[in-house]
C-alpha cells in the first residue's frame, strides 16, 4: 500500500492506496472509477441529486478552455506556483472542476503529488482522465477528505471559499492561491446580452488567519469567430443559469465577438501559531 493525503469520510483514519483502491485502517474501502475519480462524498454531504455543475457545463468548460482561451490565466496561476512547488510538494485543487489549470500546474510542477477535488462526478472524472498521474476525487470543498496540514499549496480557482477548511490541510506556512473574475471580465458579452449590464464585484483581499502577500493580473483580450465558441463561453458561466428568453436570443444571434478577460490571481501565506 502507498500513502496518500487522502481522509476517509466515514471515520477520518488516513487512506492508503492500493490497485485501484482506497483503505482505511479500518478498512473502509473506496475503489476509483474506471475514469479515474474516487469517490469520497458521503451522501449528506450532497445537497442534491447531481451536486455541483451540470454536465453541460462541465462540458462547455472543457470545450472552451481547450481551446487555450484562458492559457494567460493558467500561466499567472502557475508562476505563482512555480517557488512554491519543489520535489515531493503537495498541492491540492479544492473545486477543480474538469482539471484544465489542474493538469497545467501538474504539467509545470511534475515531481509534486497533485490532488484535485470537485463535488460535480462529471468533473472530478474528465480531470481525472486528462491528468492521470494526478490524484482526484469527488467530494465537496467544504468537507475535504484531505488529512490535516498535509498540503504545502490549495489552489481555489472560481470555486467555493472555505477558510477554515483550506486553513486545516494545509501546512504551516502553506500557500493558498485563489483567482477571480476582475471588475469587467467578459463585459462586452455582458453588454451583447443584457440591457443593464454590471460589473463584477470584487471583495477585500483580506482573509481571516492568511497574510496576504501579492495580486496578479491575467489580462487578455480575445476575438471569439463562432457562435459555437460564445455559446461555450456563455454556458461555463453562472449567467447560463439565470438568463432569460430574450437575452438567450440576443446570445444566439453573435456569430462573433471581441471581449475582455481580465482576472486577479492573489496570493496568500497561512498564518501559523506565532503569526507570519
Given at each position: 500500500m502507498s500513502e496518500t493525503i487522502w481522509?476517509?469520510?466515514?471515520?477520518?483514519?488516513?487512506?492508503?492506496?492500493?490497485?485501484?483502491?482506497?483503505?482505511c485502517e479500518k478498512r473502509h474501502n473506496f475503489d476509483r472509477a474506471k475514469k479515474g475519480a474516487v469517490y469520497l462524498l458521503p451522501s449528506h454531504q450532497k445537497h442534491s441529486d447531481i451536486?455541483?455543475?451540470n454536465p453541460e457545463m462541465v462540458r462547455?468548460?472543457?470545450?472552451?478552455l481547450g481551446k487555450g482561451y484562458y492559457a494567460h490565466l493558467r500561466d499567472t496561476i502557475c508562476d505563482a506556483l512555480r517557488p512554491v512547488l519543489q520535489s515531493g510538494?503537495?498541492?491540492?485543487?479544492?473545486?477543480?472542476?474538469?482539471?484544465?489549470?489542474?493538469?497545467?500546474?501538474?504539467?509545470?510542477?511534475?515531481?509534486?503529488?497533485?490532488?484535485?477535488v470537485d463535488i460535480s462526478k462529471t468533473a472530478a472524472n474528465?480531470?481525472?482522465?486528462?491528468?492521470?498521474?494526478?490524484?482526484?476525487?469527488?467530494?465537496?470543498?467544504?468537507?475535504?477528505?484531505?488529512l490535516d496540514?498535509?498540503?504545502?499549496?490549495?489552489?481555489?480557482?472560481?470555486?467555493?471559499y472555505c477558510g477554515e477548511e483550506f486553513q486545516r490541510v494545509l501546512k504551516p506556512d502553506g500557500i493558498f492561491v485563489m483567482a477571480i473574475p476582475a471588475a469587467r471580465h467578459l463585459w462586452e458579452l455582458k453588454a451583447a446580452v443584457?440591457?443593464?449590464?454590471?460589473?463584477?464585484?470584487?471583495?477585500?483581499?483580506?482573509?481571516?488567519?492568511?497574510?496576504?502577500?501579492?495580486?496578479?493580473?491575467?489580462?487578455?483580450?480575445?476575438?471569439?469567430?463562432?457562435?459555437?465558441d460564445i455559446q461555450s463561453l456563455f454556458g461555463m458561466t453562472p449567467y447560463a443559469y439565470r438568463t432569460g428568453a430574450k437575452e438567450r436570443e440576443r446570445?444566439?444571434?453573435?456569430?462573433?465577438?471581441?471581449?475582455?478577460?481580465?482576472?486577479?490571481?492573489?496570493?496568500?501565506?497561512?498564518?501559523?501559531?506565532?503569526?507570519?
Open positions: 481522509k476517509c469520510p466515514v471515520c477520518g483514519g488516513a487512506l492508503q492506496a492500493e490497485g485501484l483502491s482506497l483503505q451536486p455541483g455543475d462547455a468548460r472543457r470545450e472552451f510538494s503537495v498541492l491540492l485543487d479544492a473545486g477543480c472542476g474538469e482539471g484544465y489549470y489542474t493538469k497545467g500546474i501538474h504539467e509545470m510542477a511534475q515531481n509534486s503529488e497533485i490532488y484535485g474528465l480531470a481525472a482522465k486528462a491528468d492521470p498521474t494526478g490524484h482526484y476525487a469527488v467530494a465537496s470543498v467544504f468537507h475535504l477528505p484531505v496540514a498535509s498540503c504545502d499549496a490549495v489552489v481555489s480557482i472560481f470555486a467555493p443584457y440591457d443593464c449590464p454590471y460589473e463584477n464585484a470584487v471583495k477585500d483581499y483580506a482573509l481571516e488567519e492568511f497574510q496576504f502577500l501579492e495580486k496578479r493580473e491575467a489580462k487578455r483580450e480575445i476575438d471569439l469567430t463562432s457562435t459555437g446570445l444566439a444571434s453573435l456569430e462573433t465577438l471581441h471581449v475582455r478577460t481580465e482576472f486577479e490571481v492573489l496570493i496568500y501565506r497561512k498564518e501559523n501559531a506565532h503569526g507570519i
